[in-house]
């Protein structure tokens, strides 16, 4: 379905200046996005959004034209970012100064429990549930440090967001949203030491409020046939691709037998305890979509296999889901 534009935001720069039509351009180029380019200035296409820069005499006009408001305020923080690293200074019309970031929901802690062997499962309520369980697979929780005030994000008069920062620096993990429903969001949280997420997610969080931003992330890949490859932090993305996906599947897990859950009874799925040796022993995957997820070392691996396997960048997803520290 086309996504109508309806949203809208302006701004000015007071100066004509051929160096914002450069930076947009240069933008565009590094994130492969559409340009068209008229006699009265250009357009590019980014995240279902279109920002329109409009020669004037004087100075120039920035429109923004989107599907939702949350897409508006991303974009015209891209668009502050890009005129800023050009010297540029935009003035945005009707700017919300002091609105919460664009995207961000506060939601209450609703439940809390423990699920197989190594998950916790966090189920999240707030009027925005529905908007975050679609459109993308993934939220990035906002969580405060243990026994500081939650000082949200909020648009600065800048149009950029303000994060708070120091004693107030939130803690800001993505994950999957496993399931929705009215007014509630699903999480499972894999447990490993030294997590600050799962110290807090342990800590008797029901009740409590936190920062909930996007949705953001991939979506199942459109193909006739998906190979999956994950470890346990890419248990709930694999989970929502078999659900959605609408060719055949295949995929396989590096996880504790006892985190399956209903994916043990899945005939798609398998269990491995070494995710690089499945890749490898994957047979032709011609005409489908290899997605996989781990650590971002075995990432990196993942897709150098695939490269050298003749699989072209846009046959494949190697996603680094997390990073292991520094020895
Ligand atoms: C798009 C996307 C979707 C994701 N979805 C999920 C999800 O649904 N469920 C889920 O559990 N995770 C998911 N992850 C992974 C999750 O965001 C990371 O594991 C993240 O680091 C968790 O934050 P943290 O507070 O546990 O640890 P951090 O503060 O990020 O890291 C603390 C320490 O833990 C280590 N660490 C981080 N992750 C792991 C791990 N998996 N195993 C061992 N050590 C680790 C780090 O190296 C560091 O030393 C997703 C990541 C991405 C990018």
Request: hydrophobic share 45%.
């Amino acid at each position: 379905m086309a996504h109508l534009r309806n949203r809208r935001a302006e701004g000015s720069i007071d100066r004509a200046s051929g160096a914002a039509a450069a930076a947009l351009k240069a933008r565009a180029a590094s994130w492969s996005l559409p340009v068209t380019e008229g006699p009265e200035g250009l357009a590019v296409t980014l995240w279902g959004a279109e920002l329109r820069l409009i020669a004037l005499d004087p100075g120039m006009r920035i429109e923004i034209l989107a599907p939702e408001d949350r897409l508006v305020g991303i974009v015209r923080e891209a668009a502050t970012e890009i005129m800023a690293e050009v010297g540029l200074t935009v003035a945005w019309t009707a700017l919300e100064v002091g609105a919460l970031a664009p995207g961000l929901a506060l939601m209450q802690v609703a439940g809390v429990r423990q699920v197989g062997a190594n998950f916790t499962h966090l189920r999240l309520t707030g009027p925005d549930a529905a908007r975050l369980g679609q459109g993308g697979l993934h939220v990035r929780l906002l969580l405060p440090q243990a026994g500081r005030q939650a000082i949200w994000p909020r648009v600065g008069p800048s149009g950029r967001t303000v994060w708070p920062e120091g004693a107030d620096a939130l803690h800001r993990p993505v994950y999957t949203v496993v399931d929705h429903g009215a007014g509630w969001l699903d999480f499972d949280i894999f447990c490993h030491p030294g997590s600050p997420t799962c110290d807090w997610a342990q800590g008797a969080p029901l009740g409590q409020q936190v920062g909930a931003i996007g949705p953001g992330g991939g979506s199942c890949p459109d193909t006739d046939r998906l190979w999956l490859f994950g470890d346990q932090t890419a248990m709930p993305a694999i989970t929502r691709m078999l659900a959605e996906t609408r060719g055949t599947a295949c995929a396989v897990l590096c996880c504790d037998a006892a985190d399956l859950g209903a994916l043990a009874d899945d005939p798609r799925v398998t269990r491995c305890d070494d995710l690089m040796a499945a890749l490898e022993a994957m047979p032709d995957p011609a005409g489908g979509h290899v997605w996989f997820a781990a650590d971002a070392a075995r990432a990196r691996a993942a897709r150098s296999h695939l490269l050298a396997r003749g699989l072209t960048k846009t046959q494949f997803t190697a996603a680094a889901y997390w990073s292991r520290a520094e020895a």
